[in-house]
């Protein structure tokens, strides 16, 4: 802004240097009298145009400092997080909301000193516990079937893919929903006795073993550093966990709602299943998202 006040702030006469090599102050050639509106004009577009050039370099300046002090880790400049990155579907990408999710699966002590589960929401469907037709239900319903895309979308996500014969449409998994199949696996293995009265043979062993570990990877992929502090417990007499932490999550309903509707118009088009379809329409309906 130096420049601005110096630009704004010199004296209406000019000093010029005359030819004994001393400065010499004199009025300007056009006496204000009979200066031209077209000259005071001119005189004060000048200025602006002048002004303008300093702001902008004076901005393209702060925003290089800006961008050095970030590469050196002095600032912190927030990515976009919400219209997805190159390897997801695309493009275009869905564009997910930002929201403020509070988790609700908590952790306590009993009187007697057990251990037990605190913050489920009375009436919303449940998804661990003694199973049930219903929880398994609520887990179906959780997560859609794959979706197909196009011969072009799949050049765009590029890899390998299958493509069904005489048809330019390719099948695929989208990975949170994949994640969530795998946490349903896992739930299945530790109420074993229910779902494999027999015993779990060495092929689910081998699945859930599977789960386990793209489960951790993608844990590490999708690092959340949501604070979740330790708070005094009186039934324990000592510190216990508070998970109920308020998270920064990328919208779930939209992701789930848009795998959705892909389904329901693929069958439309011509590349997808009736089956498929009418599941996606039963879920929809179910969360009443329309």
Known sequence: MVFLRFLFS??????????????????????????????????????????????????????????????????????????????????????????????????????????????????????????NDEMDANWEFLIPSDTNITRREAQQIGGEFYFYPGTDVATIEISSFHILHCMDQVRQSVHWQHYWPDGVDETQQVHVDHCIDIMRQYIQCHMDLTPIPLVWSESKGGLLPDFKQTHTCRSYEEAHRWVLKRNIANYEHGMGDQGVADDARRTLERFGWG
Do not use: C, M
């Not at 577009?45 to 002090?69: C, H, N, Q, Y």
């Open 10 to 131: 010199y004296p209406k006469s000019l000093v010029h240097l005359n030819g004994d090599g001393h400065d010499e102050e004199k009025e300007t050639l056009i006496h204000a009298p009979y200066q031209t509106t077209g000259s005071v004009r001119w005189s004060r577009r000048r200025k602006v145009l002048v002004a303008l050039s300093f702001i902008v370099l004076e901005s393209i300046l702060l925003l290089l400092v800006i961008a050095l002090l970030a590469s050196r880790g002095y600032v912190r400049v927030s990515p976009r997080f919400e219209p997805g990155w190159l390897t997801e579907i695309g493009p275009p990408f869905p564009s997910l909301s930002i929201e403020r999710v509070q988790f609700t699966a908590g952790l306590d002590l009993d009187d007697d000193g057990r251990l037990i589960r605190t913050g489920g929401v009375k009436g919303e469907p449940q998804y661990v516990g003694k199973p």
